[in-house]
């Protein structure tokens, strides 16, 4: 089992910045996949970012340079740096990493940005 603990989470004005965080314990092999996901209100969960253990990295077409994806793979942990934020970008962000065919979610962390 893993479980995974996010912060970082807030209210911002738009042109903003954030940082998430997201810290994997438990059986989080060192070969895996880890990622953020968002969900709006009303809408369904949308891939935002992902990293392999190798640090490849995978964007949303709607955040490409914009937000950035890392991984600190001493500590089993994902960052999502969040700038030139949007109205549109707020949401709840989910992290999530995938060990073989196993994936588990994070309890999601409020992102709200004001114009």
């Known amino acids: 089992q893993v479980q995974l603990v996010e912060s970082g989470g807030g209210l911002v004005q738009a042109g903003g910045s954030l940082r998430l965080s997201c810290a994997a314990s438990?059986?989080?092999?060192?070969?895996?996949?880890m990622g953020w996901h968002r969900q709006a209100p009303g809408k369904q969960r949308e891939l935002v970012a992902t990293?392999?253990?190798?640090?490849?990295?995978n964007y949303a077409d709607s955040v490409k340079g914009r937000i950035t994806i890392s991984r600190d793979n001493t500590k089993n942990t994902v960052y999502l740096q969040m700038n030139s934020l949007k109205p549109e970008d707020t949401a709840v962000y989910y992290c999530?990493?995938?060990?073989?065919?196993?994936?588990?979610w994070g309890q999601g962390t409020q992102v709200t940005v004001s114009s």
């Open positions: 438990g059986n989080a092999f060192s070969s895996n996949v």
């Open positions: 999530r990493i995938t060990i073989a065919f196993n994936t588990y």
């Open positions: 990293i392999t253990s190798g640090g490849s990295t």
